[in-house]
Nanobody
């Protein structure tokens, strides 16, 4: 069983930056990836970014390319998401998840068996 704990959300003005963190309770022995999803008010949870833990290959939703950067620290069992130039449309609860499936599945939330509790990001315009 893997537990994930997010932190780093908050209130920020449009154009500002935040860095989200997600700490895993253990580092799985098998190949895995970590992803960030978000759920805006009244909408479904959507893919934001993901990273293959071993290779470091990254994937992004088109809406955040060039503004968000996902990274990981193996020693700290932590995945980060640096969010720059935030827009009001980025307002959402952000969740990190862990996935064992192939990279082709990284943007599909149903393949993530483990999720954190979420952290609120609010961008004021």
């Amino acid at each position: 069983q893997v537990q994930l704990v997010e932190s780093g959300g908050g209130l920020v003005q449009a154009g500002g930056s935040l860095r989200l963190s997600c700490v895993a309770s253990i580092r799985p022995a098998t190949t895995f990836g970590m992803g960030w999803f978000r759920q805006p008010p009244g909408k479904d949870r959507e893919f934001v970014a993901a990273i293959n833990w071993d290779s470091g290959r990254t994937y992004y939703a088109d809406s955040v390319k060039g503004r968000f950067t996902i990274s990981r620290d193996n020693a700290k069992k932590t995945v980060y998401m640096q969010m720059n130039n935030l827009e009001s449309e980025d307002t959402a609860v952000y969740y990190c998840g862990l996935i064992y499936a192939s990279e082709a599945r990284y943007s599909d939330r149903k393949f993530y068996p483990y999720w954190g509790q979420g952290t609120q990001v609010t961008v004021s315009s």
